[in-house]
């Protein structure tokens, strides 16, 4: 097995290699203060300082990843916020349960990004939609597939999840380094004067001086508060 590192009272480090890649795990336990109910949301501790200083310890891993059992939105907010600021900056994979239902997603903010995998659980009853999935990382290509599979229990076989996506698996561009990640939401200048054009035409009197859309910049509409409501004549 892997030697594990402490990382404070309730996490452990790993380190190992795979196909010629660097691999470093942090897992933290979010459920010491657990009472194993609805009434845990909102309340839970992971401890966003050891996580910090997992992630800013200096490794050369290719790839970090990250696990813990509830997501995000059960830790008490105060904490939720420090570990996911600090999971983004890193640009962490990060692997959660708790709710039994299968969601990756890529989240984009200003601080970064991480990749949440947020997984099914592989056995509840014989009934449900039992799954797990498997995360096919490639950094040189900067791609991630995960692949979704699910408990059919008509057939009493796992096969591809089609239910949760299409073809049971999602892609992602990821890992990818901070400078190289495209922009959240891209805007043409064009696009962004336009709305204030019309804007300014329809709440100012100076606009009414001003051809619709010739200014060039976001300072010809910052004009001072009108005291007339419009419309208004000399």
Not at 155 to 181: C, S
Not at 200 to 208: C, F, I, M, P, W
Not at 211 to 222: C, I, N
């Amino acid at each position: 097995g892997l030697d594990g590192t402490p990382e404070g009272p309730l996490g452990t480090s790993y380190a190992l290699e795979a196909n010629g890649l660097t691999v470093s795990i942090g897992a933290f336990d979010t459920a010491w203060r657990s009472a194993g109910g609805r009434e845990d949301k909102g309340r839970l501790l992971l401890g966003s300082g050891y996580l910090r200083r997992f992630l800013k310890r200096p490794t050369n891993a290719d790839i970090v990843v990250i696990t813990f059992h509830h997501p995000l939105e059960w830790l008490a907010e105060f904490d939720a916020k420090g570990v996911s600021n600090v999971l983004e900056a890193s640009g962490a994979i990060v692997l959660t349960g708790h709710d039994h239902v299968a969601d990756p997603t890529l989240e984009l903010t200003t601080r970064g990004a991480a990749l949440y995998c947020r997984a099914p659980c592989s056995y509840d009853s014989p009934t449900y939609g039992n799954g797990y999935a498997i995360l096919d990382i490639d950094p040189k290509i900067a791609e991630t597939v995960v692949q979704l599979r699910r408990w059919y229990p008509e057939r009493e076989v796992f096969d591809v999840d089609t239910p949760t996506a299409k073809d049971g698996k999602r892609t992602f561009q990821w890992p990818i380094e901070p400078g190289d990640m495209p922009p959240a939401l891209q805007v043409s200048k064009s696009a962004a004067l336009e709305p204030l054009a019309v804007i300014a035409q329809e709440k100012s009197v100076l606009a009414d001086h001003r051809d619709d859309l010739e200014s060039h910049t976001v300072s010809d509409f910052a004009i001072s508060p009108r005291l007339w409501p419009v419309p208004h004549t000399e």
